[in-house]
């Protein structure tokens, strides 16, 4: 899949032992970032009673996340919102830079998806032993739960923790990579069906259609998987943020 | 579409030359000339460490400029926003309660105006009465006066009159008497003759 290929754009000399080039990978996570940057820059930039329509789009994805924090950690979310809106905005943004012909899509990197779900899991493990101490593991033991199956529950919640990580590096992934492929394998069928004639030309039509309801549905899932990361991001710190509540 | 599973393929994407597969660039269509290079690029492991690297990096470096510059900016921007309506809402409060007690006091003070005008028409009709009535008496004791003396007058005449009869008729039984007897009789027998005449 050409599409999802590395290239190197600029070389860098190896540090101990791995190879840390800027790739076309890491150039758009740049550009993602540098975009987000950008965009909040002149959506602020007026910091009008009455807002534009940039500095409303603005508003909207912050109060969209500030709302999620407040609603699924509670009070203590202020403290959480800047983490997760730039999971949301940086991820956001890679997903929708990705949709553009051409552009390149981190977030349909293995490593990168991988790289953020360790993240997320990292700082919940962080703020569960910086708020509870030891009692972060109380996370494993549910109350309530009779003795004799305790030891079963407990395993089952430290393989669904430790699960955590992986479907959220493989929920993103997979909806960008599949999204794209969708679109490539359509894309396929355009050129081939178009070559075979006028019914073929009907053909092509018919799925150049398709291609642009998924394109329309892919700018959605763009969105909606980056929303779901935030979502999901909140879960996972609610649970050690207001460990004692379980 | 991975044919070959990248991770069973150790040769395939080795380490330190990650840069040597993506070498065909004629690709048409979704076939199988995109698979020339072992299955997904995801999965060639060689490119993971400078992914990760840069993406904690450019995440922090995100993470520091949204918190510490544009968040608090666009929040301190919904917070004010906030604050001027619920400020604006109060300020409209306010005034609305004053144009009220303005209003209540301006009907009161309209009340009031419209008690004193109707005092003051009463009073000015009162005193409009009181002195016509002064100037009428005045006028009929004046015309009462007048009459009164008009009558004394026409009184005074009268006797003025009636004295003068009375020495009309002295002086003339004077003069009968003389001319009769030849012998003029003293005033007081004519008075007296008379007196006893008139009553």
Not at chain 1, 27 to 50: D, Q, R
Not at chain 2, 146 to 164: C, F, K, V, W, Y
Request: charged share 15%; with cysteine; hydrophobic share 50%.
């Amino acid at each position: 899949m050409k599409q999802f290929e590395i290239k190197q754009v600029l070389e860098l000399p190896a540090v101990a032992g791995f190879d840390l080039s800027i790739t076309n990978s890491a150039l758009w996570m740049i550009i993602s970032a540098a975009t987000v940057t950008l965009f909040f820059a002149a959506a602020s930039a007026k910091a009008a009673v009455v807002p534009g329509r940039l500095q409303s789009v603005g508003e909207m994805l912050y109060e969209l996340i500030h709302n999620l924090t407040d609603s699924i950690i509670g009070h203590e979310g202020k403290k959480y919102f800047p983490f997760v809106f730039t999971l949301f905005a940086f991820i956001l943004c890679m997903n929708m830079l990705g949709l553009i012909p051409y552009f390149f899509t981190s977030t349909s990197q293995l490593a990168v998806t991988a790289t953020l779900g360790l993240l997320v899991i990292s700082v919940v493990i962080g703020v569960g032993f910086a708020r509870n101490g030891l009692g972060f593991f109380k996370l494993f033991v549910p109350s309530g739960v009779p003795i004799f199956v305790l030891p079963l529950v407990v395993v089952i919640e430290v393989i669904s923790f430790l699960v955590r990580p992986v479907t959220l590096a493989l929920r993103l992934f997979g909806n960008m990579v599949g999204g794209h492929v969708v679109l490539k394998v359509f894309g396929g069928f355009v050129v081939s069906l178009g070559a075979l004639g006028v019914m073929g030309v009907a053909g092509a039509l018919v799925t150049l259609t398709g291609i642009v309801a998924i394109t329309a549905l892919e700018f959605m899932v763009a969105f909606l998987q980056a929303f779901v990361f935030a979502v999901l991001a909140c879960v996972y710190l609610n649970d050690v943020v207001n460990l004692h509540s379980h | 579409m991975a044919q070959t599973t990248p991770e069973l393929d150790p040769g395939a994407a080795p380490v330190d030359t990650p840069y040597g597969t993506p070498s065909q660039d004629t690709y048409a269509t979704t076939t199988e000339a995109d698979q020339g290079s072992s299955g997904l690029p995801q999965f060639e492991f060689g490119y993971w460490p400078g992914q990760i690297f840069w993406l904690l990096i450019v995440f922090v470096i995100l993470y520091v400029i949204l918190s510490k510059l544009f968040l608090p900016r666009v929040g301190g921007v919904i917070e004010a926003r906030a604050a001027k309506i619920e400020g604006d809402l109060a300020d409209a409060r306010t005034a609305r309660d004053e144009a009220e007690r303005q209003s209540s006091e301006a009907a009161a003070e309209l009340a009031q105006a419209r008690a004193r005008a109707q005092k003051t028409a009463a009073d000015a009709k009162a005193a409009a009465k009181a002195e016509a009535e002064t100037r009428n008496a005045a006028e009929e004791a004046k015309l009462h006066e007048r009459l009164a003396a008009a009558e004394a007058s026409i009184q005074a005449g009268r006797e003025q009159a009636m004295a003068n009869v009375r020495n009309l008729a002295a002086e003339t039984a004077e003069a009968i008497v003389e001319k009769l007897s030849g012998k003029a009789p003293t005033r007081a027998e004519v008075d007296s003759a008379l007196s006893r005449n008139a009553a």
